[in-house]
């Protein structure tokens, strides 16, 4: 499965950015999907990811009540809505996808990786 993310870009702090990833060339509905992201010089982080069916979702502490990790299985598409974006929210945003059995926020379980998309938050 390919993936290609978009939706990153230049905002202030306080604001909201929807990121999108499309999948292509595989069935999309047989995977967990998850964001990352990585700031230069830094390890990636998980963000998020979602079932599935969308029936479950995990988000790492930094991010929770902000954002939110969504699917749409007919549009093979994942999206992360961020809301009241921080400065250390900047990064670059990947989106994955897993084929393990369980929903797992664990980078070595995502086999396959969109190229990220820059998201700048300016305070």
């Known amino acids: 499965v390919q993936l290609q993310a978009s939706g990153g870009g230049l905002v202030q702090a306080g604001s909201s950015l929807r990121l999108s990833c499309t999948a292509s060339g595989g069935s999309f509905s047989r995977y967990h999907m998850g964001w990352f992201r990585q700031v230069p010089g830094k390890e990636r982080e998980s963000v998020a990811c979602i079932g599935r069916i969308g029936d479950s979702a995990y988000y790492a502490e930094s991010v929770k009540g902000r954002f939110t990790i969504s699917r749409d299985n007919a549009k093979d598409t994942v999206y992360l809505q961020m809301n009241s974006l921080k400065p250390e929210d900047t990064a670059y945003y990947y989106c994955?996808?897993?084929?393990?059995?369980?929903?797992?926020?664990?980078?070595?379980?995502?086999?396959?990786w969109g190229q990220g998309t820059l998201v700048t938050v300016s305070s």
């Open positions: 994955a996808a897993s084929e393990a059995e369980w929903l797992t926020r664990l980078e070595e379980w995502y086999a396959h």
